[in-house]
């Protein structure tokens, strides 16, 4: 058990600080039922900081299990009308916290991983992700410890040594949490700024398995950990976070890539994943475990098989500090650098007032899906390339080179 006073803490950090949360603002939560007593410290602290409504959605992973072996074909996927209807409800200037931390991450091994790739809510998700993109809600995402989720990472039941590492990585072990973050997030953003100075036009991954070139827009914004709303509201989406990144040209990848950490996603654990790109597109997918997960993904729209995000850590990350795969893309991709197929940030290219069909014409990723998979590592250079062909080295040996 985590103690009441330690969940209180945390709680009021994710609201005042992750969402931001505006008085007057209804606040969604969607969380595992595993999840029920953090999430009973979240609401205490989004009334107190004057929350209008919190709205509770929990989720039974069991249940889902059932579902995704059970329901016919054609009914795999759908979304029930008042799901929708309730994301809908958050576009008028609504607060979203998502909770995550799988209760098993290995229930759904014995799962068909082509229907389990196809379970997906993406009605939901294409609402959730426009909300997203046109900047419509303040949100967050943070991580909850379960025993599940311990046993996964440490091959046993640990929930104590979980709970102390997700506190040291969202800083609440510093005397002053907030102000820990203020200093976190305004490095973060010189080294966006040190990348908005070069303008480069490409970034080249180069490693074991990797030699993987992505285009830029020419007026490719690098951004980091603090975003703002249409109407002005600051916030910071991932608690933790530890990125700088932008969205490429999805018409410009070329060549491959090896995955340097498990992706865990759709209750699958994907291992040995490798991606070759051409022409801007995923051409070939491998992995040595949960291949058809990925392959159902690429597979969902067109800009499913398109970059939307390319994103960097360097080694002084928390999260790869304490040398822990906690095999949940929140932390994983926060440990270290990566991409993500799917959907673009359109505010990240000065796209946010164009029509889905001109983002998409300018080479803004269109797609329902955005999964993060990691391609960073000692072992992995990042160059950052100019528009003469000259090749700057943004990380070696995890060690960022660039002033900032």
């Not at 009973?40 to 072996?69: C, M």
């Not at 979980?162 to 102000?179: S, T």
């Not at 796209?351 to 590592?377: C, K, N, P, W, Y």
């Amino acid at each position: 058990m985590i103690a009441r006073d330690e969940l209180d803490a945390y709680a009021r950090l994710v609201v005042r600080v992750g969402v931001n949360l505006e008085p007057g603002q209804m606040l969604g939560v969607n969380a595992y039922v595993e999840h029920a007593p953090f999430v009973r410290a979240v609401t205490r602290a989004a009334y107190a900081a004057g929350a209008r409504y919190v709205d509770v959605l929990y989720s039974d992973e069991d249940v889902r299990k059932s579902l995704v072996e059970s329901v016919p074909d054609e009914l795999l996927g759908s979304t029930p009308p008042w799901m929708l209807e309730r994301r809908r409800a958050f576009a008028d200037r609504g607060a979203f916290l998502t909770v995550r931390g799988s209760p098993d991450p290995h229930l759904f091994d014995d799962v068909d991983n082509d229907r389990l790739g196809r379970s997906r809510r993406r009605e939901e998700d294409d609402v959730w992700l426009r909300q997203v993109t046109e900047r419509l809600v303040n949100w967050c995402i943070v991580g909850c410890p379960t025993e599940g989720w311990s046993r996964t990472i440490f091959g046993e039941t640990d929930l104590s040594r979980l709970w102390a590492a997700i506190r040291r990585v969202v800083r609440l072990d510093e005397p002053d949490p907030v102000a820990a973050w203020q200093k976190h997030v305004e490095r973060l953003e010189r080294r966006a700024a040190a990348l908005n100075e070069r303008r480069f036009d490409a970034i080249r991954y180069r490693g074991p398995s990797t030699d993987l070139t992505v285009g830029l827009h020419a007026g490719s914004i690098w951004s980091s950990a603090r975003k703002d709303t249409v109407w002005g509201r600051s916030f910071i989406p991932n608690l933790p976070t530890e990125e700088v990144f932008t969205t490429p040209d999805a018409r410009r990848a070329e060549g491959v890539v090896r995955s340097t950490r498990p992706l865990f996603t759709r209750g699958t654990i994907v291992e040995g994943l490798v991606v070759r790109f051409a022409g801007g597109r995923i051409e070939e997918v491998s992995a040595r475990t949960g291949e058809e997960v990925v392959r159902a993904q690429v597979a969902t729209d067109e800009g499913s098989r398109t970059l939307g995000e390319i994103a960097l850590v360097d080694g002084s990350s928390r999260v790869g500090q304490t040398g822990i795969t906690f095999y949940d893309t929140l932390f994983d991709e926060n440990a270290t650098s990566h991409i993500a197929y799917g959907q673009g940030l359109a505010s990240v290219v000065d796209a946010s007032e164009l029509s889905r069909e001109e983002q998409a014409a300018r080479g803004v990723s269109q797609s329902s899906i955005h999964t993060d998979f990691m391609v960073g590592g000692p072992e992995i250079e990042v160059d950052g390339v100019t528009a003469e062909g000259d090749a700057v080295p943004l990380l070696r040996g995890d060690v960022w080179q660039l002033d900032a």
